[in-house]
């Protein structure tokens, strides 16, 4: 029974994603029923895709709907990872810098917010001083200061008690580990980071113990926000954050809903980034991403706030009979499976590369939605906007090539060297919320049992990522061999997307990304070239050098250089695409048409 209702689901994806992908041609070539969109005031297919569509029609006020399939990882702004949280957070945080407000590339230029300029950086790339806006406020109108934002990133140091979120800044300000973090620190303004200064009140100093070519990056990220002492609460500061942007939380109840409403101490004189067109925020999520979507389409709610794409189901009635409600980004994800090496026989590479070379990679694209919008198949490990990247160019298995459909000769070789010539057993483990990533799993298990490997597949709550897939010891319990995953630059260079990913030292306890374990001297020391490496061609050369590393090791099947279809409703303006975030729409200055 089972078999036979994986089967059936996994034809249905497959019918879906054909259907989609001859709408999209139609699409392509100017046909299809866009005067609907017309009518009901939408601005076209791909008008916001990578430019501003309807930007002359915002109007301040209104209630801005976001819909979800998936609560974030954290509010906190010191844990949350998932791209959207950091897209979202923009709208009651604020970082001494920021990614520009503009459509495509041109968002991934940094640009000052708290702070009044970029960096005044030293020669030996060590020293880096900012100075402070006037009139920046908390939302009890108190001054934002230099010791918040020190006290903000500080958290960053308390793993045991923050744990989920990036680390760069720890591994780059302290590399050694002798700072214990604020809750642990005996100073008594707890503020005793040696790596932080803060002479006056407006004035924060950052002191390298060695250069690193991207830490301005790193001070954009949302884990470089302030946090107020006398407010923070710790591993519940989550369910509250206290603002310093334009908007502050009124309520929220975890998997269920959350709004922001203004707050009336924000000042648009002390923010050159944010507009704040809306009155009110609210996000409402849902158990089925089918359900959401069919809201969406119906006018309910104006995007969604994940922004991986419309379902299957969702994305068929939407081009049929809405496609001047939709855009068709190419993100900055790469859909793919990855192998834990605590889990046997995934300790051995040649059982890694029997997974690899059984896969049917053409079935794989198809569940993710066709070559529009599921994207290209995935070659190797390197999103298309990283320095350093080849494209399908690069293709050492020859997924793309002459084994796309899968190579069921190669996998039995390699399942014989590997020591399990008559196949083995192992789990998937997928997250539950995403349609398009357990039809990925049901294809790659149909594709993996013509090659002799049974895999169960699991579905997991997909907001618990952190201390389920993100928990090499309940991986490894649970027996995870195949985990089924996407990932985004946190920002644009290998280094931003890959070392949490690859690099030894990013392992962790809970909140790991470093899912396969990779534990590679040579990896390793590439990182520690790029990072003091100042100019762009030798960093270029280094990323690619990585990615050929990762994909020589056999840790990771790509499914798919990731496209998307998403919906943004009729009563949107200001909306565009930013590679600032993987394509996503920019939420910080979308407005609405009616202040109704």
Known sequence: ??????????????????????????????????????KNGAAGFNAANNKVAQASLAKKGG????????????????????????????????????????????????TPDLATGLAKISDDGKTYTYTLRDGVTWEDGKPVTSKDIKYGIQRVWAQDVLSGGPVYLKDVLDPKGEYPGPYKDKSADKLGLKAIETPDDKTIVFKLPKPNSDFEEMLALTSASPVRQDKDTKSKYGLRPFSSGPYKFQSYNPGKDLTLVRNTEWKQASDPIRKAYPDKITVKFFSNANDMDARLIAGDYDLDINQTGMSPQGRTTALKQHKGNLDNPVSGYIRYAVFPQSVKPFDNIDCRKAVIYGADHESLQTARGGPIAGGDIGTNMLPPAVPGAEGQKYDPYELAGANKKGNVEKAKEALKACGQPNGFKTTIAVRNNKPAEVATAESLQASLKKVGITADIDQYDGSQTAGIIGSPSNVKKKGYGIIIMGWGPDFPSVQGYGLPLWDSSYILESGNNNYALIKDKKIDGLFDQYTTTLDDAGKTKIATEINHKVMEGGYYLPFVFEKFINWRSSRLANVYTTDAYSGMYDFVNLGLKSAK
Do not use: H
């Open 63 to 110: 209630t801005l709907k976001f819909a979800g399939a998936q609560d974030a990882d954290s509010w906190d702004t010191t844990r949350g990872y998932y791209g959207f949280m950091w897209n979202f957070s923009r709208y009651y945080s604020r970082q001494l810098v920021t990614s520009k407000t503009e459509p495509g590339s041109a968002g991934t230029k940094l």
């Open 1 to 38: 029974m089972t078999t036979q209702r994986t089967s059936g689901r996994r034809k249905q994806a497959m019918a879906a994603a054909a259907v989609v992908a001859a709408l999209l041609t139609t699409a392509a070539c100017g046909g299809g029923n866009d005067d609907e969109g017309s």
